[in-house]
């Protein structure tokens, strides 16, 4: 299950053609861990459902973000801010990455199923910290390496 952001996500029921689309092209489309696990059953793990289905607020989530064009897909921290329990699994989030695109920003919320998670980590200053640093440390790889593509 792939979602696009600026669309309705989908319930993991509905397939993207019976799934409604918008006129706004998205930026970005979440791509679904547990289709990779159950493709990549070896070599791509992710938590268990149980652990994806009772996310709480403050908890750190990993999501792979999908972009249009030619900029690579990205693996990101999102933090749970939101639970919605009229719609079991999905939740409302904040982009906790510096991503290598224009196409989301740091702090930018993010709407996400349970489906959609790659990996999960409890809050703690530790774990932010080295968060921050990772996707400091990202963001000048990328743009020192975006310094020398064509333009």
């Given at each position: 299950?792939?979602?696009p952001?600026?669309?309705?996500t ?18 970005y ?6 289709e ?18 009772s996310?709480r ?14 900029w ?10 939101d ?53 400091v ?15």
């Open positions: 299950m792939n979602t952001n600026k669309t309705p989908n319930p993991p029921s509905e397939t993207p053609e019976t799934a409604s689309t918008s006129t706004l092209s998205p930026t489309v979440l791509v679904s861990g547990v990779r696990n159950r493709i990549f059953p070896d070599m791509f793990h992710i938590p268990p459902e149980s652990a994806r289905e996310l607020p403050c908890d750190l989530v990993k999501l792979w973000f999908r972009f249009p064009g030619d690579p897909d990205h693996h990101m921290w999102v933090i749970v801010e639970v919605r329990p009229e719609r079991p699994g999905y939740y409302y989030g904040v982009l906790f990455d510096c991503p290598v695109t224009d196409c989301i920003r740091f702090g930018e919320r993010v709407e996400f199923h349970c489906d959609h998670v790659l990996d999960i980590e409890s809050f703690s200053w530790r774990c932010w910290l080295r968060s921050l640093l990772d996707s440390l990202g963001l000048v790889r990328w743009r020192r390496i975006g310094a020398y593509l064509p333009h």
